[in-house]
């Protein structure tokens, strides 16, 4: 897919300590999910060469998927924690610790506590699971049975799935100046 040409907006693709754009050009610095990819030295500090007097940085992630029931959830927790928690790659914990171990270079400003939290039929929560990094490395390795056995298990309990069920995040904000 390719982002929608609008006025006033430049797209690039740069590396993340290499962005080549002017310094203090950029108010506000975000980065989604992707912190733990990043080498965190070389990115701060082209973030501090770009960011505009008074600009600031946000990097957030969101932790394990949590279902409404705790029925569904031990199953879904099973899959991740069990059968394939040791394809989740190091980085990850960087993620379930909501980058709070992460050196953060900026006068941090206090956050609150937040949740993510959105609505999801079972193949939608299916296919969501399919995009973990760890499942990708697992079906590589063994096929697709864990993911269906995933669903099949998830589905005894569902209902009608095409029922909308609550599922839940932890999501973790650092923000600074």
Do not use: K
């Not at 290499?18 to 990819?37: I, K, N, R």
């Not at 990115?43 to 505009?52: I, K, S, W």
């Not at 864990?146 to 999501?171: F, I």
């Amino acid at each position: 897919m390719r982002a929608e040409a609008l006025p006033g907006i430049e797209y690039r693709v740069a590396r993340a300590d290499a962005s080549g754009l002017p310094d203090q050009s950029v108010d506000l610095v975000t980065v989604a999910q992707a912190l733990h990819w990043l080498d965190p030295e070389p990115f701060f500090a082209e973030v501090r060469r770009v960011l505009a007097p008074g600009g600031a940085i946000a990097v957030w992630c969101y932790g394990d998927a949590v279902l409404d029931t705790p029925e569904l959830q031990e199953i879904l927790h099973r899959f991740n924690r069990g059968t394939i928690e040791s394809y989740w790659l190091p980085e990850r914990c960087l993620v379930l610790e909501g980058y709070a171990t992460v050196p953060f270079p900026f006068d941090e400003v206090s956050t609150p506590r937040m949740t993510l939290t959105r609505e999801s039929t079972l193949v939608e929560l299916v296919g969501y699971v399919r995009t973990w990094s760890a499942t990708a490395r697992y079906v590589a390795e063994h096929g697709t049975a864990a993911v269906e056995q995933l669903e099949s298990d998830l589905a005894s309990l569902w209902g009608d799935p095409s029922m909308r069920r609550r599922v839940d995040s932890p999501l973790f904000l650092r923000a600074g100046r």
